[in-house]
C-alpha cells in the first residue's frame, strides 16, 4: 500500500503563515508597522545608510504581518487538523451507525380491524408491516415507529435484544382517520440504547 506522503512541519507553518485568508492577524501586524513608524516620530531617526522613513515604514507593516503569521502558523494548522479530525468522527460513527444497525420493512398492507390477522383498534386503517431489524453488535431497542408526515406513529414492539441475527415479525399501525387517502414517504424509525436509527424511505398507498 502506498503511503501518503506528508509535509514537514516545517514547510507546514511557512505554507500556512504566508497562505492563511487575511484576517485580524494582519491588521495586528499592520499596527506593529505603524508603531515603528510612530517610534521613529517619537525618538528620532531611523535611517540606516539611504533607507528613507517611507521605506522603513513599508518594512515594519510587512515584517509586523509576516511575524504575526509566523507566530499563529503553529495555532492555525491545530485549528485545521482539529476540525479535519472532528469531520472524519462523525463521518465515520454515521457509516458505522448505519453498518451495524438496519432496520426495514420486507412488505406491508393495510387492513382493517375486523379482518383475519388484524389486532382490535379504534382505528379504521390499520398498517401491517414485517419488520426486520439488525444489529451488530447486538442493541436493546427499546420502541419502534413509523415516521409518516413528521408525526411518529407507535406499534406494539417490547423492549428486545436485537443482535446479529435478523429479529422482526409483523408489527401493526393505527394509521390517523386525519390521514387522507394517497401515497405517502415514510421512514422506520428505531430507538436503541439512546440513539436513533432510521430506514431507508419507502412508499405506502393509504386506502380510504
Avoid at 510587512?62 to 511575524?67: A, E, F, H, S, T
Amino acid at each position: 500500500m502506498q503511503e501518503t506522503k506528508t509535509k514537514p512541519y516545517y514547510l507546514q507553518w511557512i505554507c500556512v503563515a504566508f497562505s492563511h485568508g487575511l484576517g485580524i492577524s494582519d491588521l495586528v501586524g499592520a499596527v506593529i508597522g505603524l508603531i515603528v513608524y510612530f517610534a521613529y516620530e517619537f525618538f528620532g531617526t531611523m535611517m540606516v545608510g539611504n533607507i528613507d522613513i517611507n521605506l522603513w515604514v513599508l518594512i515594519g507593516v510587512l515584517g509586523g504581518i509576516v511575524l504575526v503569521r509566523l507566530i499563529l502558523a503553529p495555532y492555525w494548522i491545530y485549528k485545521g487538523q482539529e476540525n479535519t479530525i472532528v469531520q472524519l468522527s462523525q463521518k465515520l460513527k454515521s457509516k458505522t451507525a448505519q453498518e451495524i444497525f438496519a432496520i426495514e420493512s420486507d412488505g406491508e398492507e393495510f387492513g382493517e380491524p375486523s379482518a383475519s390477522g388484524y389486532p382490535e383498534s379504534k382505528a379504521k386503517r390499520i398498517l401491517r408491516i414485517d419488520l426486520s431489524l439488525t444489529a451488530i453488535p447486538g442493541k436493546s431497542v427499546e420502541s419502534v415507529q413509523l415516521e409518516l408526515l413528521g408525526h411518529l406513529i407507535p406499534t406494539d414492539w417490547q423492549p428486545d435484544y436485537v443482535s446479529g441475527v435478523p429479529t422482526g415479525g409483523y408489527y401493526y399501525f393505527d394509521i390517523p382517520d386525519s390521514i387522507k387517502q394517497g401515497k405517502y414517504t415514510v421512514k422506520l424509525i428505531a430507538f436503541a440504547d439512546g440513539e436513533r436509527f432510521e430506514s431507508k424511505p419507502f412508499e405506502i398507498e393509504v386506502p380510504k
